[in-house]
């Protein structure tokens, strides 16, 4: 007789499984318990932090149209001011200026330097409408609203929208611009307004190693960004569209947006105009870093006052026309880009000497000139009084025109 196999019944199995399940569940949940209170010890008890710095670290950066990604400003003397910018006040520093005492806080020197620090966008005609051609930065000079920047910033702008530190919009007007020394001065549509202003300080004064800040709108975005450097070197004779000038070297990091901007002493005194960098690899493979130039602000300054004063720098020599680039020849691969004559100043040495509205320049005393910027160089290079010899195509004749330089008289 076989024997009788055991059966548990339906129920006892479910009860089984049932009981299984709750233990192992047990089990979990007090792993996960004991894992929590541990990770609430090493975090001082409360909630896990999400950061593993202080908040008062971060320094946001103003938009200039759109809201710009956020930077950390580092734990350095050169950091921006701590929280919210400081507004824009309503009247200027007690001191007249940026320039502080001895002693005073870095960070309080740079939060007067950012307040006179702007951003510019420059529209220009695009069919109907106007769009933004490119982007800058300016200083404020004065507490009525002027502003310097660089001439390549704002040349040729349709209009100029100019943005402070707290991000306020305003229009200006071009008031004057000088290409040799590549300064141009704006000034803000506002009546009533009282704005803060940058001390102007000396740059003969300068020396090699001196603690300098730049601060401008770096890539068009990053409005008042602030870095730090000093001075790399004193007049060193560099060419920007064709022009030399000379500038005051800096290792302070420049970048493309900050052109217009401050380079500014340890004071908080301004001692140059940003208008330049060098970067890349040159001709022979070597990497290019750390190269930024600036405007010494001694030599901006007499620019400054003929602009505030007369709208254009005296004791120019000038043409009196106004061109823009084409292309001319008479077969099909004879083709050269010149400057053409849009219009002609009425009294002026180009009216005098029977330059018309589209004439094209070729030449200056037998040096062929390609384009506007080559011919602005070229009348550049003479002194008021100076006969040149300017040669044109006219309706495909060839004629050469004596040219008295004159000093303008009038904007």
């Known amino acids: 007789m076989e024997q009788e196999k055991f059966k548990m019944p339906t129920g006892a199995l479910v009860a089984c499984i049932l009981i299984t399940v709750f233990l192992l569940a047990c089990v979990a949940g007090g792993v996960l318990f004991v894992t929590d209170r541990i990770n609430n010890s090493r975090n001082g008890g409360g909630e896990a932090m999400t950061t593993d710095q202080p908040a008062v670290t971060n320094a946001p950066v103003q938009p200039t149209q759109a809201p710009a990604m956020p930077t950390q400003a580092p734990a350095m003397p050169t ?4 929280g919210e910018p400081t507004p824009v006040p309503t009247q200027a520093p007690a001191n007249g200026g940026t320039q502080a005492e001895p002693g005073t806080p870095v960070t309080d020197i ?69 290409p040799v020394t590549d300064i141009a001065v704006i000034k803000l549509k506002a009546e009533g307004v009282v704005f803060p202003y940058a001390t102007l300080g000396s740059s003969e004064a300068l020396r090699v190693g001196d603690g300098v800040y730049a601060i401008g709108n770096a890539l068009g975005e990053l409005s008042n960004t602030v870095t730090e450097g000093i001075i790399s070197a004193l007049g060193r004779d560099i060419e920007i569209d064709g022009q030399s000038m000379s500038v005051l070297q800096t290792s302070a990091a420049i970048n493309e947006g900050n052109s217009g901007g401050g380079l500014f002493l340890y004071d908080g005194s301004l001692i140059g105009v940003v208008n330049a ?8 493979g070597a990497t290019i870093d750390g190269l930024g130039f600036a405007v010494p602000i001694d030599l901006a300054k007499p620019i400054i006052e003929d602009i ?25 691969f004879s083709y050269y880009s010149y400057p053409q ?32 910027t080559a011919l602005r160089v070229a009348i550049n290079k003479f002194k008021v009084g100076d006969v040149i010899t300017v040669s044109i195509q006219r309706d495909k004749q060839t004629m050469e025109l004596q040219v008295t330089l004159l000093e303008r008289t009038a904007r």
């Open 277 to 284: 960098k060098s970067s890349g690899l040159t001709s022979s």
């Open 110 to 178: 740079l939060a007067n330097c950012m307040n006179t620090v702007v951003s510019i966008d420059i529209y220009a005609s695009n069919g109907y409408e106007e769009v933004v051609a490119g982007s800058g930065s300016g200083v404020l000079i004065s507490n009525d609203g002027y502003i310097v920047t660089c001439n390549h910033v704002v040349e040729g702008a349709r209009s100029i929208a100019v943005f402070l530190n707290d991000g306020t919009k305003y229009q200006a007007d071009l008031i004057g611009n000088d």
């Open 79 to 82: 950091q921006a001011p701590l």
């Open 341 to 372: 004559v849009v219009s002609v100043l009425e009294n002026s040495p180009a009216a005098i000497a029977g330059i018309k509205e589209n004439d094209i320049i070729t030449a200056i005393n037998g040096t062929p000139v390609n384009s506007s």
């Open 308 to 332: 505030e004063a007369y709208g254009f720098v005296t004791g120019r020599p000038y043409l009196g026309v106004s061109t823009k680039n084409v292309s001319y020849g008479y077969g099909m």
